[in-house]
């Protein structure tokens, strides 16, 4: 997720979904039986299936991106908004087409027909008329659009509700193909579209076809991290290169811990630590075979360390009763929690700082657990926030649209960039010390969950008038970058019968395992709930992965 857009930052919820979504496979449920299409991608059908990437160099960043290889890199850095706006878009892209568009919206939904939604129909050339929805419901909501073949002509579908609402079969029957439109060299039609990585097309490739528009992906992309207050520690002396082990990590949680003074070192933190035990989000290929991370010895050497981390009292008492950690980390009551990154912005050290003037917040490095082999991470999708186009459009219809899309992932700092995400100079915000700042039109109606949930350049990191946020932030995804890795499965957008999808999700097990992290299990009752998930559908899982996605189409990677 990107951080360049803080003045009204997406609410923790919808943070806290993205970031445990892109440690998941994309899984798109097929019906209550066992038939229905795999749609798995391959690597072969991908190649002529997804576009080319041109990156576009028109906004030069303050600090530059470090790559890791094709797929691991990490955002760029701005220190200062761009004073000058290149245009990237010449001209108006619509030709005065009708649509709507429906999209996911955590807050208040402005008025219809607003003056920034008059100012961007004209921008665009389309009478496009937005209908935010809320966001707490979405998942129920698409769902009965889709029952009833009443989609919108352009719809956000996250990620982390497809098999919610079997994206896998709503593409080529609702959705729209848009391979023969943007594949390989035909997105060089669209610049700004050609300038998002290819990576990032795959979160929307269902079946070896192109459905979906990525909006503000990221190549550093990773589940979350293990965030810490580096001011507090830092004046004890401690530095991120003082945890190099999980045993460093358990020692740490000692020396900080002073429950009379009401002070913990940690809170939550599982989510973000086990991949220290080398594990993979869930499978690995082990002598051409699934092994699944719950049949690893080193998953339940992760959950023995996490529960001795709550049975030592090191964790905060309403951690463990699994409440949200922001008050707790700002005043200083815990020290150590675990997070997505789309939390580490602007809007953060705000209100850190309203909490204790001295608030910065750090991130260790990752580290492997035994603190000798290779650190090691595995990536999420680029994105989680896609958009589709309706079926039912005639070709003219989604070139326009497509020209639009164009438009609205116009790069950080460009003109189009700005309206969009900032409105109309002097009516919607105002320029302040060199920052869009938005006036009270402009925070009544310019919301940025509406267009760029349709389109969205790649993700930028920057937090106008906390320049450390984004220099601390850069630096810490310049460290690891080297540390990802692509794991099995990666993008390959597997439609599964909604039984096999339910037996994915292993619920009864991850409820046992969140109750060992908090110590109100033991490992053994992890043991057991394992061993009969295997014998009731875990099984069954590795079966029908291995004959319909690994046996017919790899690993992914």
């Known amino acids: 997720m990107s951080n360049e857009l803080n003045r009204r930052s997406f609410v923790g919820k919808a943070t806290a979904v993205a970031g445990a979504a892109a440690m998941a496979p994309l899984l798109s449920a097929c019906g209550s039986g066992g038939g229905g299409q795999t749609g798995s991608n391959t690597a072969s059908g991908l190649k002529k299936a997804l576009p080319a990437y041109v990156p576009i160099t028109a906004v030069k ?3 530059p991106s470090v790559s890791n290889g094709p797929d691991a890199v990490t955002d760029p850095g701005f220190l200062s908004y761009p004073t000058e706006h290149p245009t990237t878009v010449s001209g108006v892209p619509g ?3 009708k ?8 807050g208040t939904v402005p008025p219809p027909g607003n003056s920034f939604y008059q100012a961007m129909n004209k921008a665009l050339g389309v009478d496009l008329t937005i209908k935010p929805a809320d966001g707490n419901n979405y998942a129920t909501i698409i769902p009965t659009m889709t029952a009833a073949k009443r989609l919108p002509d352009w719809i956000q579908l996250p990620s982390w509700w497809n098999a919610n609402f079997s994206v896998g079969q709503l593409a080529g029957s609702q ?3 848009l391979t023969p439109y943007l594949a390989g060299d035909k997105i060089k039609k669209y610049p700004n579209l050609a300038a998002i990585p290819t990576g990032a097309w795959r979160t929307g490739a269902w079946g070896n076809k192109l459905y979906g528009i990525p909006c503000g992906p990221t190549r550093f992309s990773i589940a979350g991290t293990t965030f810490y207050r580096r001011d507090i520690l830092e004046a004890k002396g401690i530095t991120p290169d003082d945890v190099k082990s999980a045993d460093d990590l358990m020692n740490l949680g000692k020396e900080l811990t002073d429950a009379k ?3 913990w070192a940690f809170d939550q933190v599982w989510t973000y630590t086990f991949p220290f035990w080398g594990l993979p989000d869930t499978w690995r290929v082990v002598d051409g075979k699934l092994v699944h991370k719950y049949e690893m010895p080193e998953f339940l050497e992760a959950l023995d360390w996490h529960y001795k981390l709550a049975k030592n009292g090191y964790m905060h008492p309403d951690a463990l009763a699994n409440t949200p950690s922001g008050p707790r980390f700002y005043s200083g009551k815990v020290l150590i929690v675990g997070g997505g990154t789309g939390t580490w912005n602007l809007a953060d050290y705000q209100s850190g700082v309203a909490a204790d003037k001295n608030y910065r917040r750090g991130s260790f490095n990752f580290f492997a657990a035994d603190g000798k082999s290779k650190p090691s991470t595995f990536m999420g999708s680029f994105t989680s926030i896609v958009s589709y186009l309706n079926a039912r459009l005639k070709p003219s219809q989604i070139e326009e649209l497509l020209a639009v899309a164009d438009y609205l992932a116009a790069p950080y700092g460009s003109r189009e960039f700005t309206m969009v995400n900032y409105g109309v100079e002097g009516i919607h915000y105002t320029m302040k010390d060199g920052v869009p700042t938005a006036t009270a039109a ?5 919301q940025q969950q509406t267009y760029p949930f349709l389109a969205k350049a790649s993700s930028v990191i920057s937090n106008q008038g906390a320049d450390m946020v984004t220099k601390d932030f850069a630096a810490f995804q310049a460290a690891n ?3 990802l890795y692509k794991p099995v499965f990666w993008g390959m957008n597997i439609s599964m019968p909604q039984s096999i999808a339910t037996a994915a999700a292993a619920q009864s ?6 109750d060992c992290t908090r110590g109100k299990k033991k490992v053994s009752d992890v043991q057991a709930a394992i061993a009969s998930w295997k014998s009731s559908s875990g099984n069954r899982l590795k079966h029908w992965m291995t004959e319909n996605v690994l046996d017919k189409y790899g690993t992914g990677q």
């Open 261 to 263: 003074r009401g002070v």
């Open 481 to 483: 970058v080297k540390a």
């Open 442 to 446: 402009g925070q009544k109606y310019v």
């Open 99 to 106: 649509y709507t568009a429906v999209t996911a919206l955590w």
């Open 95 to 97: 030709k005065g087409g």
């Open 509 to 514: 097990v991850d409820d046992t395992v969140q």
């Open 175 to 177: 959705l729209a193909d």
């Open 61 to 63: 960043p303050d600090i």
